[in-house]
């Protein structure tokens, strides 16, 4: 009979990253990171990079948050009561290293990381921590462009080397970068890299060049390759994971163009940076990519040689939606976290013009498996929708339950097909600051936080019904859906 039952010690919890939740952005020393200079925005007006603070013009969405800082214990409890067994979450680095090149790091911020790990442990939940999501110092942008420039990786190295010491009894799951595939896009060079070329002034609508853009990858994957060697001489149980943003496709047709240029955007945005993690190669398409495209930046022999040796252990990505790729350039588009793409005629959207498509998720969790071959985490996939909070304090938030539940159905095919999938963490624990246009309302979380766009409201918890649900499907180990 085939087994379509989550595996006993299954990771189930949900994900945060530090400037989406924590606020607090100038406390205790800690220093500017490049999501504290983006304003907030809309789906329709990008938001703006400004490299001087001006909050006598701007709103800062990151400044505040929904201030986990100083929420944690609340925060802690209520994924504790959902019962959790993990909590993705997202060290600061400018907490640590405020401008990301002292030599000695800033004690009032690890303190802070003590304490949220404590909390954590009382509840018997395993911290799965992201060591970069788009909290780059923004001093590091000033000094050298940010990852374009190779100095990063020292930087890099030296902040992952106090966490590895500090924490190595409390910490086991690290990723070493969210969603280090972004940056084989142009929208990457900012979050993903703190790279801001003359004549950037959104996020959206950024300059690019790609030879900077693609060195900074490269020395993101060097670094990477790096922390997970070290990290193991410190604790050989550590485990380490790729992030990649998964933008499944599709041909639109079965036209051969289509079919053939979607294989090509596959490998490029979806299987290039984990081919280099996890395989510990540069792959064999990428050379001609490169050549047709005329990107060139410095990989060493040393280079090529620390990344076959820091392999990662396990794949991880953020699943969200599918697109369909079309070589007529007429083709009806949809949007996406990354990259948009061609209308699919079978799915519906959200009401950011995300596609919904729960199977696409089996199917990439095969495709995944089948070429990696490793443990895959789901470390994101939600619904970001707009919520109405009733007088009575409850949120009915039935699309996102739906949602979730055609996900979770999907996971248990692809477990009877035989992947070897350990963990999910949806996004979001809790209703957090959205990425692509800086807004609170754009809501992911099992739990309500009363803040609107302009940063008005009480910052007060309300679990919504996802809540409820979430732990039932929890309590039932993916059996009661
Ligand atoms: C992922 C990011 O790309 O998508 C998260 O890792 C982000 O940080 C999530 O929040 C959802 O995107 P958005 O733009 O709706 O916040």
Request: proline share 4%; aromatic share 14%; glycine share 6%.
């Amino acid at each position: 009979m085939i087994n379509k039952q989550f595996p006993p010690h299954f990771f189930w919890g949900g994900a945060t990253a530090a400037n989406q939740c924590e606020g607090a952005w100038n406390a205790d020393g800690k220093g500017v990171s490049i999501s504290d200079v983006m304003t907030n925005g809309t789906h329709l007006e990008p938001r703006r990079i400004t490299p001087v603070i001006d909050e006598d013009s701007y709103y800062y969405p990151s400044h505040e948050a929904v201030d986990f800082y100083h929420h944690y214990k609340e925060d802690i409890a209520l994924c504790a009561e959902m019962g959790f067994n993990i909590f993705r979450m997202s060290i600061n680095w400018t907490r640590i290293f405020p401008n990301g090149d002292e030599t000695e790091p800033n004690e009032k911020g690890l303190e802070f990381y003590d304490k949220v790990f404590a909390e954590l442990k009382k509840y018997k939940i395993e911290p799965l921590v992201t060591i970069y999501h788009n909290e780059n110092p923004f001093a590091l942008t000033h000094k050298c462009n940010g990852w374009a420039s190779r100095e990063c990786i020292e930087y890099y190295l030296r902040f992952c080397e106090v966490l590895f010491h500090r924490y190595k009894d409390v910490v086991k799951y690290w990723i070493p970068f969210n969603e280090i595939n972004c940056l084989t896009t142009k929208l990457g060079n900012w979050n993903h890299a703190g790279i801001l070329n003359d004549g950037t002034e959104y996020f959206t609508d950024q300059t690019d060049n790609p030879d900077l853009r693609f060195a900074a990858l490269h020395h993101q994957f060097v670094a990477s390759a790096r922390a997970v060697k070290m990290g193991k001489a410190i604790n050989p149980q550590f485990h380490f994971g790729t992030m990649i943003c998964h933008i499944t496709v599709y041909p639109l047709t079965p036209h051969p163009d289509d079919v053939i240029l979607t294989q090509q955007e596959d490998m490029m945005r979806n299987c290039f940076s984990a081919d280099v993690q996890v395989k510990g190669i540069y792959p064999y398409y990428i050379k001609s990519y490169f050549e047709k495209n005329n990107i060139h930046f410095e990989i060493t022999e040393q280079d090529l040689k620390d990344i076959a040796e820091g392999c990662v252990d396990f794949y991880s990505f953020s699943y969200y939606m599918s697109n369909c790729i079309s070589s007529d350039a007429n083709s009806a588009k949809v949007s996406g976290n990354v990259m948009g793409g061609a209308k699919n005629p079978y799915l519906k959207a959200t009401d950011w013009n995300w596609q919904i498509d729960p199977k696409g998720l089996r199917y990439t969790l095969n495709h995944v498996y089948d070429r990696y071959g490793v443990p895959i985490m789901i470390t994101e996939n939600g619904l970001g929708a707009k919520d109405v909070l009733e007088a009575d304090g409850s949120v009915h938030d039935d699309y996102r339950i739906q949602y979730i539940k055609e996900h979770i159905e999907q996971m248990k095919e692809a477990i009877g097909d035989g992947v070897d999938l350990i963990g999910y963490t949806p996004w979001a624990s809790i209703d957090l600051v959205s990425v692509s246009t800086g807004e609170m309302e754009k809501r992911y979380g099992f739990i309500y936080v009363d803040k609107d766009n302009q940063g008005n409201g009480t910052l007060k918890r309300y679990k919504k019904d996802s809540f409820y649900w979430y732990q039932k499907v929890i309590q039932s180990n993916g059996e009661i859906l």
